[in-house]
């Protein structure tokens, strides 16, 4: 089968910084994607990694590892819009994602 | 750029009549488009994939009589759920992509109750 895990909820205040962590075990990989959502909301793409290493973003970054099988997001200055769910995603054959189990990132004052 | 909108936002309905949610990329040609559904506080489960003027690919699990998928052109895509029931009332959630994107869109979801 396929899966990607992620801690179900991460607590941080604002102006901090704060890792999530994916790790993933899927076929056809092809890279692997962010996305946050808010309550309610639809997903909004906020990285992507075809290669191993980092990507930076604005305040967000995210790294892959391959051959780890792991990947994680980082977001720095949080600010209290970032709290959301956030969802690693791998993209596999045929273009499709398979998305992790979410991760929900609550900022506190 | 790069809207996706869907229609409704949502619906209720009684058990044993059917639905229909459309998926509208607004400003660009959406080759692929693809259905997911979504409890509340879960992830992302990927219904179908839909290519214009193709059947749709569904997952496995998803039954694909009960869930009708209709992509008659580069911008519309119909999900039709049949004979609801309330296990069917979810979030439903559209997305499309274009060639050579990684990216996906996504729509605004429907929420669908069934009484």
């Known amino acids: 089968g396929q899966s990607l895990e992620q801690p179900s909820e991460v607590t941080a205040v604002e102006g901090a910084i704060v890792q999530i962590n994916c790790t993933y075990q899927?076929?056809?990989?092809?890279?692997l994607s962010w996305y946050q959502q808010h309550d309610g909301g639809a997903p909004t793409f906020l990285s992507y990694?075809?290669?191993?290493g980092l990507e930076e973003t604005g305040r967000f970054s995210s790294f892959l590892s391959r051959s780890d099988s792991y990947g994680y997001l980082l977001l720095q200055e949080l600010q209290m819009k970032d709290s959301a769910s956030y969802f690693c995603?791998?993209?596999?054959?045929?273009?499709?994602?398979?998305f992790g189990t979410g991760t929900r990132l609550l900022v506190s004052p | 750029g790069a809207v996706v909108s869907q229609h409704p936002s949502w619906v209720i309905c009684k058990s044993g009549t059917s639905v229909k949610i459309e998926c509208r990329s607004l400003d660009f040609q959406a080759t692929t488009m693809f259905w997911y559904r979504q409890f509340p506080k879960q992830s992302l489960m990927l219904m179908a994939t839909?290519?214009?003027?193709?059947?749709?690919?569904?997952e496995q699990g998803v039954e694909k009589d009960k869930f009708l998928i209709n992509h008659a052109s580069l911008t519309l895509s119909t999900l039709t759920v049949t004979s609801a029931h309330p296990e069917d009332s979810s979030f439903y959630i559209c997305?499309?992509?274009?060639?050579?994107?990684?990216?996906?869109?996504f729509g605004p979801g429907t929420r669908l109750t069934v009484t």
């Open positions: 995603a791998a993209n596999t054959g045929f273009q499709k994602l398979v």
């Open positions: 997305s499309a992509r274009t060639s050579g994107n990684y990216e996906q869109y």
């Open positions: 899927t076929s056809g990989f092809y890279g």
């Open positions: 839909s290519n214009e003027g193709s059947k749709a690919t569904y």
């Open positions: 990694n075809g290669l191993d």
